[in-house]
């Protein structure tokens, strides 16, 4: 059965500098495919059988999120846990008093909470394991950073997750210890920090069918249509697959295997439009919130940096070297997988293009797409390195909405923080990048992505001192064409063009035409998978 659906229609088919302003009446769709784009009674002379939908409001491409973390999202942002995220609550008195009275109203059950950040809610004490035990005496308490790169827990959750101070750091994570080897209450980085949330984990399970589909309805009401799972664990495959038999999945979703050393390639799957894994994922850094990122420069010594703990001159360390990034990568690029690699500061991103330059070299690979994600304080001739490799970069440019002032007047002076997720300058040297908003960290706000990229404005109106404005092109395609094809999938989504998926959505207003602070409030009033409205 073919449907032609007729409005004011941006295909955003092309290059993302081609054909952006074009606009056409109708398209139509068979069997879940676009057949034909032009004009409404043509389409409808050459499918007189076809039913008509009118849409009201101004049609374009479904939006690609390509560094979520859906699963996890799904648990963080839900009931089992506290949400005391900055976009929550702003100030450190209202993260105490949600954090006391979930303690009281624990009733001897473990408390989890998610979303601490001391440079956004200023005043927050040092939560270490001392304080957490005052506060939550012998309920397990933790409590994870908004950045999701690290937990502080108490002596009570340390116990539940079975952690002592002869549990040994997980590779490219550790458990913070004072001078006698002591547990002091902290965990950095995603190996360790799983390890403090698994009874969280381990409670979510009964509840997660409903979890994740509610999750992810929330990001189709976003007119996000395909969503990629940066730190996908395969064993949640079965569920995905029942929901999908069950026709309850009301986006794509591409998946990235999180690496271990020693770990080794699975087989190529099947092609399924629905659910497939595109690749693997490595942490070469950490949070630049926290300060653990790999810099050439030093932080600044200011007040935030003091109240995070680090002394002046700090510069943050890999978690990786080189050699140990390589023999984890090697064996998932040798099995044909995309490589993607979360890093921030320059020394990360430098030590991450020379193992895929060995990679890339030593298996003679052409179209690998491999890449870099975050890339907050890549610079110029970074991008242009990357580029010349084939590495492909996917930016954090909602950072710049709620830490541009930090990152500048706290973090690392205008120069280096004032040019941070230089976006423009990846589109300058021909990178396809794209944006996103990596799961709960920032809420899901893709038409704010493309926004700030042009504008490189805080939420505060604070224009950020460095870094390129990219073009209203560019910015759609950082989450349309481009995103589809970073994930391999532009055979099937990205655009509205003959042989693609009908995804769109359904706005209020034109996405081409309206200014920047317009396309940040865009609304989304209907969403479309296959030419089936799911939201």
């Given at each position: 059965m073919?449907?032609?659906f ?7 088919a092309?290059?993302?500098d081609?054909g952006?302003?074009?606009?056409v ?6 069997d879940g495919r ?15 059988d076809?039913?008509t939908v009118?849409?009201d ?8 999120e390509p ?6 999202s799904?648990?963080l942002?839900s009931?089992?846990v506290v949400?005391i ?5 702003p100030d450190a ?7 006391k009275?979930?303690v009281a109203?624990a009733?001897?059950?473990a408390?989890?909470?998610n979303?601490w950040?001391a440079?956004?809610?200023?005043g ?8 957490l035990d ?10 994870i950073?908004?950045s999701?790169?690290?937990a502080y827990?108490?002596?009570?959750a340390?116990?539940a ?6 549990t040994?750091?997980?590779?490219g ?10 547990l002091?209450?902290v965990a950095f980085e995603?190996?360790a ?5 698994a009874?969280m984990l381990?409670?979510a399970?009964q509840?997660l ?11 189709s009401?976003c007119?996000i249509?395909t969503?990629s799972d940066?730190?996908?664990n395969p064993?949640l495959?079965?569920?995905?697959q029942?929901?999908h038999a069950?026709?309850r999945l009301?986006v ?21 439009p629905?659910f ?8 070469s850094?950490g ?6 990122i790999?810099?050439?420069f ?5 007040d935030?940096t003091r109240a995070?703990g ?6 943050g ?9 390589l023999?984890i990568?090697e064996p ?5 997988w995309?490589?993607?690699c ?5 020394r990360?991103?430098?030590?991450t293009?020379?193992v895929?330059?060995?990679i890339?070299t030593r298996?003679a690979?052409?179209?690998h797409?491999?890449r870099?994600e975050?890339?907050g304080?890549?610079?110029?001739a970074q ?10 970069v996917?930016?954090?440019?909602d950072?710049?909405?709620y ?5 500048v007047?706290?973090?690392f002076?205008?120069e280096?923080?004032?040019a941070w997720?230089d976006a423009?300058?990846a589109f300058a040297v021909?990178?396809r990048?794209t944006f996103?908003?990596?799961?709960w960290?920032?809420p899901?706000?893709?038409f704010?992505?493309m926004?700030v ?14 870094g390129t404005p990219?073009?209203?092109a560019?910015?759609?395609a950082?989450?349309?064409t ?15 063009a003959?042989?693609?998926?009908a995804?769109?959505i359904v ?5 081409v ?15 479309y ?5 799911v939201?």
């Amino acid at each position: 059965m073919t449907t032609v659906f007729t409005g004011r229609i941006r295909p955003l088919a092309g290059d993302a500098d081609v054909g952006a302003d074009v606009e056409v009446e109708a398209l139509a769709v068979e069997d879940g495919r676009i057949v034909a784009l032009g004009a409404a009674a043509a389409l409808q002379a050459q499918h007189p059988d076809a039913d008509t939908v009118a849409l009201d409001g101004w049609v374009m491409p479904g939006l690609i999120e390509p560094h979520g973390h859906p699963a996890y999202s799904s648990i963080l942002l839900s009931d089992l846990v506290v949400d005391i995220r900055p976009v929550t609550i702003p100030d450190a008195a209202g993260v105490l008093a949600a954090l006391k009275k979930a303690v009281a109203d624990a009733e001897g059950q473990a408390v989890f909470a998610n979303g601490w950040d001391a440079l956004l809610q200023r005043g927050l004490p040092d939560p270490d394991m001392r304080w957490l035990d005052e506060l939550a005496g012998d309920v397990p308490l933790v409590v994870i950073h908004n950045s999701g790169h690290s937990a502080y827990f108490n002596s009570a959750a340390a116990h539940a997750a079975g952690i002592d101070r002869d549990t040994s750091d997980p590779a490219g994570a550790r458990f913070a210890r004072d001078a006698d080897g002591d547990l002091i209450g902290v965990a950095f980085e995603e190996a360790a920090v799983e390890q403090v949330v698994a009874p969280m984990l381990a409670r979510a399970q009964q509840h997660l069918p409903e979890l994740l589909v509610a999750h992810l309805r929330d990001l189709s009401r976003c007119g996000i249509t395909t969503v990629s799972d940066l730190s996908w664990n395969p064993d949640l495959n079965p569920l995905i697959q029942s929901l999908h038999a069950q026709g309850r999945l009301p986006v794509r979703l591409r998946w990235y295997e999180m690496s271990r050393p020693g770990g080794t390639a699975a087989p190529r799957g099947d092609d399924d439009p629905m659910f497939r894994q595109t690749g693997v994922k490595t942490w070469s850094d950490g949070s630049p919130w926290i300060g653990n990122i790999a810099t050439s420069f030093p932080y600044l010594d200011t007040d935030a940096t003091r109240a995070l703990g680090l002394e002046p001159h700090h510069i943050g360390t890999a978690n990786y070297t080189a050699q140990q990034l390589l023999a984890i990568a090697e064996p998932y690029a040798a099995g044909g997988w995309q490589l993607a690699c979360h890093a921030h500061g320059d020394r990360a991103i430098d030590s991450t293009l020379d193992v895929y330059r060995q990679i890339i070299t030593r298996h003679a690979l052409t179209d690998h797409r491999f890449r870099l994600e975050h890339c907050g304080a890549m610079t110029a001739a970074q991008f242009a390195r990357a580029a010349s490799l084939g590495v492909t970069v996917s930016l954090f440019v909602d950072h710049i909405t709620y830490w541009g002032e930090v990152l500048v007047d706290d973090l690392f002076g205008a120069e280096r923080g004032g040019a941070w997720a230089d976006a423009g300058a990846a589109f300058a040297v021909g990178h396809r990048a794209t944006f996103h908003n990596d799961g709960w960290v920032t809420p899901n706000e893709p038409f704010r992505n493309m926004a700030v990229a042009e504008t490189r404005t805080t939420r505060s109106g604070f224009r950020m001192p460095g870094g390129t404005p990219v073009t209203r092109a560019q910015a759609l395609a950082g989450q349309t064409t481009n995103a589809a094809w970073q994930l391999f999938s532009e055979h099937e989504v990205g655009s509205l063009a003959p042989g693609l998926f009908a995804d769109f959505i359904v706005v209020d207003r034109d996405p081409v035409t309206v200014t920047a602070a317009e396309l940040a409030e865009t609304v989304v009033q209907a969403t479309y998978l296959a030419g089936v409205k799911v939201i």
